[in-house]
């Protein structure tokens, strides 16, 4: 069991920059963020793979935000810049592993018009 801590969410502004990020408690293949919104859908933001490799981005976020790994650290970061009122939502990180898929408990990121 890969158990996945994520921090860096809080209450910013309009164009402001935030930078999330995920420790997860063992290997993973794929790392990712995905992100819910009130009244949505979990949605995938984008993953990354052990080698580096990316999945597409949302287009929504496309532009904006960067992940990037850490793989002797088993951590995966969002950078997102230019932040909007429609960013806000839970930011979950997922680790997979094979056929398993792991889930951290979220951090809130909310955006002020």
């Known amino acids: 069991q890969v158990q996945l801590v994520e921090s860096g969410g809080g209450l910013v502004q309009t164009g402001w920059s935030l930078r999330l990020s995920c420790v997860a408690s063992?290997?993973?293949?794929?790392m990712g963020w995905f992100r819910q919104a009130p009244g949505k859908e979990r949605e995938s933001v984008v993953s990354i793979t052990w080698t580096g490799g990316s999945s597409r981005y949302a287009d929504s976020v496309k532009g904006r935000f960067t992940i990037s790994r850490d793989n002797a650290k088993n951590t995966v970061d969002l950078q997102m810049k230019s932040l909007k009122p429609e960013d806000t939502a839970v930011y979950y990180c997922?680790?997979?592993?094979?056929?398993?898929?792991?889930w951290g408990q979220g951090t809130q990121v909310t955006v002020s018009s």
């Open positions: 063992g290997h993973t293949f794929s």
């Open positions: 997922r680790g997979t592993y094979g056929s398993a898929s792991y």
